[in-house]
T-cell receptor, first 114, second 110 residues
Framework: DTAVSQTPKYLVTQMGNDKSIKCEQNLGHDTMYWYKQDSKKFLKIMFSYNNKELIINETVPNRFSPKSPDKAHLNLHINSLELGDSAVYFC?????????????FGDGTRLSIL | GQQVMQIPQYQHVQEGEDFTTYCNSSTTLSNIQWYKQRPGGHPVFLIQLVKSGEVKKQKRLTFQFGEAKKNSSLHITATQTTDVGTYFCADQTGANNLFFGTGTRLTVIP
């Protein structure tokens, strides 16, 4: 039983295209996140949602638009893909957001822009 | 802005040797979490440190939080090939936002 699942696992597409990544968690957590990990392995928070509401948007271009239809899902839509968007995108979830809680990560989506 | 640096960036050890990674911050850390990411995998939570000077152990892993809460360390005794991966510290800022360190990539030579 996968706790945090992302689809697709790999995404290869051309510059300028629009793509979406889906994330679902079955842990009953209230808070979900999107992280970007670049080729140097730097892991950076992009968005944080608590109970479907946006909590954090960390200076991410507005080409990236998260959507949370319910607290178990947090999808990421990217418009007009650029070469610099090539990275691994991780979805994560945690129980609550005010107190320090461990985060559970999905397997990642490896996005390659041609 | 906040910077959480980890040293070393890379470490190669012979199996059986010890390994330590250090996490240093320019500002006072709130709570420190440690994660391990295997090659091709995703970060997996290891432990959380909250109190100044705190020390926690998990089998061969020892985690410390500095007295001034500006640094933390992870020490592995007698490394095994299963310890291979990148170890990240992360500072938990407001709203459970994790600010990850730069990571230390550990290679264990059998």
């Amino acid at each position: 039983d996968t706790a945090v699942s992302q689809t697709p696992k790999y995404l290869v597409t051309q510059m300028g295209n629009d793509k979406s990544i889906k994330c679902e968690q079955n842990l009953g957590h209230d808070t979900m996140y999107w992280y970007k990990q670049d080729s140097k392995k730097f892991l950076k928070i992009m968005f944080s949602y608590n109970n479907k509401e946006l909590i954090i948007n960390e200076t991410v271009p507005n080409r990236f638009s998260p959507k949370s239809p319910d607290k178990a899902h947090l999808n990421l839509h990217i418009n007009s893909l650029e070469l610099g968007d090539s990275a691994v995108y991780f979805c994560a979830s945690s129980q609550g957001f005010l107190a320090a809680q461990p985060q559970h990560f999905g397997d990642g989506t490896r996005l390659s822009i041609l | 802005g906040q910077q959480v640096m980890q040293i070393p960036q890379y470490q190669h050890v012979q199996e059986g040797e010890d390994f330590t990674t250090y996490c240093n911050s320019s500002t006072t850390l709130s709570n420190i979490q440690w994660y391990k990411q295997r090659p091709g995998g995703h970060p997996v939570f290891l432990i959380q440190l909250v109190k100044s000077g705190e020390v926690k152990k998990q089998k061969r892993l020892t985690f410390q939080f500095g007295e001034a809460k500006k640094n933390s360390s992870l020490h592995i005794t007698a490394t095994q090939t299963t310890d291979v991966g990148t170890y990240f510290c992360a500072d938990q800022t407001g709203a459970n936002n994790l600010f990850f360190g730069t990571g230390t990539r550990l290679t264990v030579i059998p």
